[in-house]
């Protein structure tokens, strides 16, 4: 409080904070007019020093805030040490009022605004001429922001941490060309396929793009390849440039004119510092006039580079290649897909050899000794396969002792984000670069990654729905806010921060995995940012009401106003509470019910009764798995914004209502229909699909045993399954020629004996599931038919002795599952059986039986 002067001295004081207490409370507090004389008195000082200093230090740890922002908080921050001492004590006093500026100042990260509840207590206890100064902090931050000062003083701080980012980038860059051919691991397949790209035979200009995260060796190994004599004999000109986050195009021109004489020797246009933009372009048209020219342009940000640049690398027909490394998606797709190079952390093995002839450098086998190979080994699996990681602390330990106490030590004191080691120092800035150019609304859906555990597979759709609760995703359109966060979440991949691990069947992404020293990262941020804590101590998992044993909701429930989410599937609850109406912010329900199964691969899902009135909550776009009555059928058309629906228990009665409702959902992309009764009649012939559904599930009996004649007709579906549907004719051809359909599961759908796949039909279907088809006994699959199907599995098909004539077809099946299937066939396939030889292409084949209430797993393959 040393810099306390002008009129607050006073309210301070000698006493320092009891004094000012005794003050405020008595209400002897200094004017309006005085407090500004003292704010003027500031501004003229020492703010801009200070606000630097702030600015600066944000940037050290990634927090990046803008010199708006630092000079806001600083001004926040003495107002309030000399007037409110209870609100310097909390955090969120600063950000809370920061929210009415936002807009004009800075991009607030959302999530830490929420937490200021306790000022409007607070607040009301001080003096109405504190709480005027504090109001008028908005029309300060204006001030601040069209401040001549303030601009000269952003850019010159802006200046200081992209020059340092770039000199930091550059370095790595430039030491790439003098790597050993030894220290390049587990990239010999990658640099083949290069120079392959970069040597074939097409005159065309081509674009090929290395795209991975920071640290993973794309510089190495583009790097490695340009240096190869190979490849630089066949190039008349040759530029390597390093292009960071630097958006300035005229110098990005400049540079590679200058690299291009540099590497013939000669020398550069006398005035080429003068130039302009379109004189460079010029300049560089006429330089590479005729001649097959290869350009190197290492860690590309942004696409716009490309779009500048592009002008002047021009297409003259001579073989040019120009090679884009970046961490960007968007940017890979410059080029063609199949030019474009995706680059992963190492395998273990390969890590392992990267770190070893990094840490044992000095050894001539560079091996690791046995005594050390136990916390060797910890430690380099915390790198996940990243090279620079290895590469650096590789470096670290080979000046260390070789002793298990020294390494043990090394290991447990390992981190990535504060450590003052300078190897470890560069990894950290390196990844930090891509944290820090995330905008706003990315970063605070990384951040939160930081609350998961390290290595965890966190749930995609888990994930999007607590992003939009927690107010990250802004409006866009007709878009949900699920779809937003959806897109917000492929952009952090796009971007490599986020892994994607594992791809289902369909190869959508259905977890998100953090790298850990991503995460490392990330979770040091969030705690200096105040954004959230991470706490050490393990704490009973709060992961919902979802496969508990909770067999009742209380009716308080509605008093959760802002619910968004309640998923109670998988339990024991029989009846929801009529309080779930009054919850108007509810966009996703998921109850059901569970019976009794008598297969390994499926489950029967009941619907659950909901109050009346639930067609009233505006929001919803998830209801599953809910039962029928006549309320809900004549009111669910109001539930206009609804992506996924789910409904049981429907009687052929209501079938024209529900028809008509489902019609008015333009936006339904999942849709479950199910009968009450195994012998109620489905009739949906008047149902108009929704434009956008893709996942479709029918149980009941058809009309007339055929399908409803739309089906065929809804281009977007790719999961159909159809159950007691009592189709009696053949009506594979009706579903054929959906072009994007690649799943398709039939329980006790078809009362025919035979099932005939004929050659071009169903070309994307990956899946396929037969199960309880009574009557079944043959099964014919042509040439060029299923020609991508990964998994076949037949179930409960007691008339089916025999194995699908032509399997041996299906040259990219990976799965061949029999469950409950005749003993006849399966005897065919055991040992040496007469069909053993048809499926051994297919890596699993595996049958399932139940004996004695118990499933009995049998490998066939």
Known sequence: MEWIEGPWASVVGDGGAPQRERDVESGELPGRIEIYQWIHQQWSGDWTTRTQELYVRSADGGGRCSMAEAAVFYLIQKISDAVVPGALEQADFLVSHLANVKSDVLEVKKGALKQADFLVSHLTKVQSEVLEVMRELEFLSAFLRYSDTYKDSNQLVDTWVKQDEQELSRLLADSAHFIEEDEIVGFKHRADLLVNWMMDEEPTRTAITVWGMGGVGKTTLVTSVYNTPTVRSRFDCNAWVSVSQNNDTVDLLRRIIKELYREKREVTPADINLMDYRRLVETLRAHLQQKRYLIILDDVWRTDVWNYVSTALFDNNTGSRIVITTRNLDVASIAVESRVMSLKPLEEDEAWTLFCRNAFRR??????????????????????????????????????????????????????????????????????????????????????????????????????????????????????????????????????????????????????????????????????????????????????????????????????????????????????????????????????????????????????????????????????????????????????????????????????????????????????????????????????????????????????????????????????????????????FSLSMLPNLEYLSLEEAYEGEKLHFRGRWFPKLKILWLRDMAHLSCIQIEKESLINLRSLILAGCRELKRLPLGIENLTHLQKLGFDSMPIELLEKLRHDGEDRQKVSHIPIVRSWVMREDKWIEESLS
């Open 363 to 732: 050894e001539k086998e560079k091996r690791c000794p046995p005594e050390l190979e136990y916390w060797a080994r910890k430690i380099a699996s915390k790198c996940q396969g990243l090279p620079l990681a290895i590469k650096s602390i590789g470096n670290l330990l080979s000046v260390k002792e070789r002793t298990e106490v020294a390494w043990r030590y090394v290991h447990d004191a390992l981190g990535w984000k504060h450590s003052d080691i300078p190897e470890l120092q560069k990894v950290s800035a390196i990844l930090n670069f891509s944290i820090n150019d995330l905008p706003y609304y990315l970063r605070n859906c990384l951040l939160y990654c930081s609350l998961y555990p390290d290595d965890y597979e966190i749930e995609k759709k888990t994930l999007i729905r607590l992003c939009v609760a927690e107010g990250f995703v802004e409006n866009r359109g007709e878009s949900t806010m699920e779809e937003v966060a959806e897109d917000y979440l492929n952009q952090l991949v796009g971007r490599c921060m986020l892994q994607v691990k594992p791809i289902d069947t369909f190869r959508r992404t259905t977890c998100f995995k953090v790298h850990h020293l991503v995460r490392d990262l990330i979770v040091a941020k969030s705690r200096n940012e105040s954004f959230c804590r991470v706490y050490d101590k393990e704490v009973e998992s709060r992961s919902g009401l979802s496969h508990t044993k909770i067999r009742e909701l209380p009716e308080a429930l509605g008093r959760v106003r802002k619910l968004e989410t309640l998923d109670a599937r998988d339990t024991r609850v029989e009846k929801l509470p009529n309080g779930i109406i009054k919850l108007e912010n509810l966009r996703h329900l998921m109850v059901n019910k569970f019976s009794e199964s008598n297969s390994i691969y499926y489950e029967d899902v009941l619907g659950l009764q909901v109050p009346k009135g639930i067609w009233n909550l505006k929001l919803l776009q998830t209801l599953k798995t809910v039962a029928a009555d006549e309320g809900m059928i004549q009111h669910l058309e109001n539930l206009t914004h609804m992506r996924n629906l789910d409904i049981s228990d429907v009687t052929i009665i209501q079938c024209t209502g529900l028809s008509t409702s489902i019609s008015k959902m333009k936006f339904l992309h999942n849709l479950a229909v199910k009968t009450k009764y195994r012998t109620e009649m489905l009739r949906l012939e008047s149902l108009s699909p929704p434009p956008l559904l893709r996942k479709l599930t029918l149980y009941g009996k058809l009309e007339k045993g055929v399908l409803p004649c739309w089906l065929g007709s809804v281009t977007n579906l790719s999961k159909l399954r159809l159950r007691l549907s009592g189709l009696k004719q053949d009506f594979l």
